[in-house]
């Protein structure tokens, strides 16, 4: 069985993610949750990181990034850049001055490396574990899953036709409450404000939160051990 070191939201904190790894099993895979970029001061190292190093499924500020440095479709033009946008664009460019010498961030969209981007373009937006001493497989997602959605639909991050708030219910954006998947234990990050959180029912544990960053806290699980690591 593959085993793997699956982390929380990291938003930059690249020296927080190897002082982590450093506690956690060696021989397992690092596994980020996706919003491996933005606020922290090196995403850059983060992205190069995982790409070079582990696996990874799409996190709403990575979708914000790909989406700012490509189609400019999705978000608003500032969006990016209010979430801590500006971060990762100086993480890619540490020599250069911004505002004293008259450019700004938005100069720079066009070199952030495309194989970075395209990177970003191909992770899926969630992966299948093999099944822990439980019988329960892992499920990975940025956010948690809309319930009463179907998969594919919290999968649509076109939502041609739909309304247009509807990418904010999706495996990447959604903020509420999940509920048991059959025959899946879910791992999430997304919601730092519930920080670690074990979903639990009357049948018992069936998913965790473990985004901690709004507490400066970066939270690692094990699988299939399902050990946490802080």
């Known amino acids: 069985m593959q085993e793997y070191n699956i982390i929380g939201d990291i938003a930059g904190n690249y020296l927080t993610l190897q002082n982590l790894l450093k506690k956690m099993p060696k021989d397992a895979i690092p596994f980020s949750v996706g919003d491996m970029v933005d606020r922290g001061p090196r995403s850059k190292e983060v992205l190069y990181f995982f790409k070079e190093n582990g696996v990874a499924v799409l996190g709403n500020h990575d979708h914000m990034m790909l989406d700012r440095c490509r189609t ?39 070199k952030i490396p495309e194989d970075i981007l395209d990177w970003i373009a191909s992770l899926p937006l969630y992966k299948e ?38 990418i904010e219910e999706t495996i990447i954006w959604y903020r509420g409450r999940t509920r048991r998947m059959k025959d899946y234990y879910q791992i999430f990050g997304h919601n730092s404000h519930w920080g670690l959180e074990r979903q639990v029912d009357k049948e018992g544990e069936y998913g965790i939160c473990i985004d901690t960053s709004s507490k400066n806290i970066l939270t690692g699980m094990h699988w299939p051990s399902m050990e946490i690591y802080q």
């Open 72 to 110: 400019n479709e999705k978000y608003q033009d500032y969006i990016w850049f209010w979430n801590g946008g500006t971060k990762t664009v100086h993480s890619f460019f540490p020599d250069q001055e911004f505002g004293d010498s008259g450019l700004n961030e938005y100069d720079f969209l066009d």
């Open 129 to 166: 574990l093999d099944p822990n001493a439980n019988g329960l497989k892992g499920f990975v997602s940025h956010a948690p899953k809309r319930p009463d959605w179907d998969l594919s639909l919290c999968c649509d991050l076109k939502g041609e036709g739909r309304r247009w708030s509807h």
